[in-house]
């Protein structure tokens, strides 16, 4: 699941390698029109719908914790 995670972030910003960052909100990798196209992709490859209230910085500052968010919204790997 983590590498179709970052599948879809390098679809949306191809000119970063997010392996490497620790935080990509911090280091201004993703803004907000970025999320919003990225939780898109996530609900319509895993059947689910993410929260709006769920779309947080910390929800999405790297793979591991946008991983945790499919988790919590009932994704298995």
Not at 6 to 33: A, H, K, Q, V
């Amino acid at each position: 699941m983590k590498k179709k995670i970052l599948d879809f972030l390098t679809e949306i910003r191809p000119e970063f390698d997010f392996t490497t960052s620790s935080n990509f909100i911090e280091e201004g990798m993703l803004d907000s029109f970025d999320i919003v196209s990225l939780v898109a992709s996530l609900d319509e490859e895993f059947g689910i719908s993410i929260d709006g209230t769920e779309i947080l910085p910390e929800n999405f500052s790297n793979v591991d914790s946008i991983f945790q968010l499919l988790i919590k919204n009932g994704v298995t790997e």
